[in-house]
Every structure is written in C-alpha cells, then in structure tokens.
C-alpha cells in the first residue's frame, strides 16, 4: 500500500486561497481513486473531493462545490486540492485517501490515509 502525505495546511484568511498537496511514497497512484476528506472538530468525516485514476472525472462534496478544484499529476504522484474563497466553516483537518471506489465511495472504502493537515480559516 502507498504512503500518504498531506502538507500545505495552514492559517488562511476567509476569501484567500490555499492549495493542499497529498504526496505518495512506496508505491504509485496510478490506478486508484483519490479522495479528500476532512473531519472538523465534534463533527463527522466528510467528503471533500474525489479524482478518478486518470484525472478525468471529478466529483465534489455540495459544500465545497465551486471553491475547490482537484487535480493529479500521476507523474510526480502527487493530488492536489486548490481552495480557492475558503470560509470559516471549511476549518477542519483535510486527509487525502487512496482507494479502488467510486468517486462518491464511502471513507471505509479507501485503504490508504495521510495523516492530516490543519486548515484554519479566519473570518
């Protein structure tokens, strides 16, 4: 199984933008389902974002859709998620998984997690 690191979390400003990355190590991507997920304190995962293997297909969580844009570079084996017009309520921390799913394929369904990264956005 791959190794999954997320990095590019921070403090941002409500309106700024923030670009997340997801970096795998020991194995390739090519071939899986990558999803972003973030869990925000007292609340439950939610489903952020998802890219098929080949970056063609998108699919996007209602509360995210239009502020966020995901990508991949199969090359650099690497995701990344641009939040553009964050607002305070995307404050959570932001996992990325890898997994054999469907785009809109539950959390239990990947078998490959990072490790998280805060993103904190202030009004």
């Known amino acids: 199984q791959v190794q999954l690191v997320e990095s590019g979390g921070g403090l941002v400003q409500a309106g700024g933008s923030l670009r997340l990355s997801c970096a795998a190590s020991g194995g390739t991507l090519s071939g899986y389902v990558m999803g972003w997920f973030r869990q925000a304190p007292g609340k439950e995962r939610e489903f952020v974002a998802a890219?098929?293997?080949?970056?063609?297909?998108?699919d996007y969580g209602d509360s995210v859709k239009g502020r966020l844009t995901l990508s991949r570079d199969n090359g650099k084996n690497t995701v990344y998620l641009q939040m553009n017009s964050p607002n305070p309520e995307d404050t959570a921390v932001y996992y990325c998984?890898?997994?054999?799913?469907?785009?809109?394929?539950?959390?239990?369904?990947?078998?490959?997690w990072g490790q998280g990264t805060q993103v904190t956005v202030s009004s």
């Open positions: 890219i098929g293997w080949s970056g063609g297909s998108t």
């Open positions: 998984a890898a997994g054999r799913v469907g785009l809109r394929g539950g959390a239990y369904l990947y078998h490959s």
